[in-house]
């Protein structure tokens, strides 16, 4: 019996170090879950994709977010807006999904990057983002799941 629990202690111990180490490591890691705690959010994930294989490379991910990238078609009902980071213009699409009512929302923004002649496709969910002071009550895409994406990218472009 002691052994079971002294098991268990070691498996949390060794995961609650992976998860610090992750975090203190990753700045895309922390900007998710930052994003998640400033917009109150259940979860969310970054999704980093080969643009044109749609393969994916990386996926970061908080809380609970059921979303992956091919659920949604490219520039359907998305918010389009041309965004200059780090003396690059990117083009990026904002999209909110309604969920089982109006009020539960599972917001996305995306945006094509090229690195190392390659061109990816940066994927940011939040899921179920709360009302804020700070977005006038919004929970559409364009006020939260986009400022996350947008610090998401100044980091991998300077990557």
């Given at each position: ?68 990238p091919f659920n949604l078609q490219e520039n359907r009902n998305c918010i389009i807006k041309d ?45 179920s983002p709360q009302p804020k002071k700070k977005t006038f009550g919004f929970t559409t895409a ?18």
């Open positions: 019996m002691v052994k079971k629990y002294l098991l268990l202690a070691i498996f949390l111990f060794v995961a609650a170090g992976c998860q610090y180490f992750r975090s203190t490591t990753d700045p895309l890691y922390n900007i998710l879950e930052q994003g998640v705690k400033e917009f109150d959010a259940k979860g969310g994930k970054i999704f980093i994709t080969n643009a044109q294989t749609k393969q994916i490379y990386k996926i970061y991910s908080v809380g609970k977010c059921a979303f992956t965004v200059d980071i780090n003396g690059q213009n990117i083009t990026t699409y904002s999209c909110t999904l309604t969920k089982s009512s109006s009020s539960e929302v599972e917001t996305v923004a995306y945006a094509n990057i090229i690195r190392d002649n390659q061109k990816y496709t940066i994927w940011v969910v939040l899921n364009s006020w939260n799941a986009l400022p996350v994406l947008h610090r998401a990218l100044s980091i991998l472009i300077d990557y």
